[in-house]
């Protein structure tokens, strides 16, 4: 299973951001995504998750931004409104997937959001 993830880049604050990451292999099914995001001399940690057509996001991004997926393209999205500074960070999809041979999890390679001071 391959993630790859693409949107990033600069953006001012209180801009937007739209985060893409499609999922590609052997894929039977995804049972569970997410984004995730690392800041720099931080651990990472979660964003949104998205499952089952249920939500989940951290405190610091509720009501700013969106997830959602398409379950017919593998894809799933991040949709960031009114970004702030300490929004920066890498961006890592991750998704839940079944294959032919094992259930487990898998991680994109991260994409850079820099939102300027």
């Known amino acids: 299973v391959q993630l790859q993830a693409s949107g990033g880049g600069l953006v001012q604050p209180g801009g937007s951001l739209r985060l893409s990451c499609a999922a590609s292999g052997s894929i039977r099914t995804i049972n569970a995504t997410g984004w995730y995001r690392q800041a720099p001399g931080k651990q990472r940690e979660l964003v949104a998750t998205?499952?089952?057509?249920?939500?989940n996001y951290a405190d610091s991004v509720k009501g700013r931004f969106t997830i959602s997926r398409d379950n017919a393209k593998n894809t799933v999205d991040l949709q960031m409104n009114y970004v702030e500074p300490e929004d920066t960070a890498v961006y890592y999809c991750?998704?839940?997937?079944?294959?032919?041979?094992?259930?487990?999890?898998?991680w994109g390679q991260g994409t850079l959001v820099t939102v300027l001071q």
């Open positions: 998205i499952s089952s057509g249920s939500t």
């Open positions: 991750n998704v839940y997937a079944t294959t032919p041979w094992y259930t487990r999890y898998f």
